[in-house]
């Protein structure tokens, strides 16, 4: 995604990508939890609140970035690094 002519969020499914704790596509919410401790806010995802949460990991309380990961059903089956204006948008687009 690009807002305002500047890279401002990647969106993956690929079971490639890794973050560098490990955590990846088909990696549970626990392992999830367990990388990044108390830095993860989960909450219901928008559309699939039943079966699917978001979980937002910001380095810090100053980090304008960060990565999200969208697990269904406890699985990690999204994942979205960028800048957390653009991460917190629904529809991932402007």
Do not use: W
Request: proline content about 4%.
């Amino acid at each position: 995604m690009f807002n305002e002519g500047t890279f401002a969020r990647l969106e993956t499914d690929s079971p490639l990508a890794r973050t560098l704790e490990g955590i990846g596509i088909g990696s549970t919410e626990a392992e999830v939890s367990e990388a990044y401790g108390d830095r993860i806010k989960s909450t219901p995802n928008v559309y699939e609140p039943d079966t699917t949460n978001d979980l937002l990991y910001v380095p810090d309380k100053s980090s304008e970035t960060g990565i999200q990961f969208l697990a269904r059903d406890g699985i990690v089956a999204y994942i979205f690094a960028g800048r957390l204006h653009e991460l917190k948008l629904i529809e991932g687009c402007l």
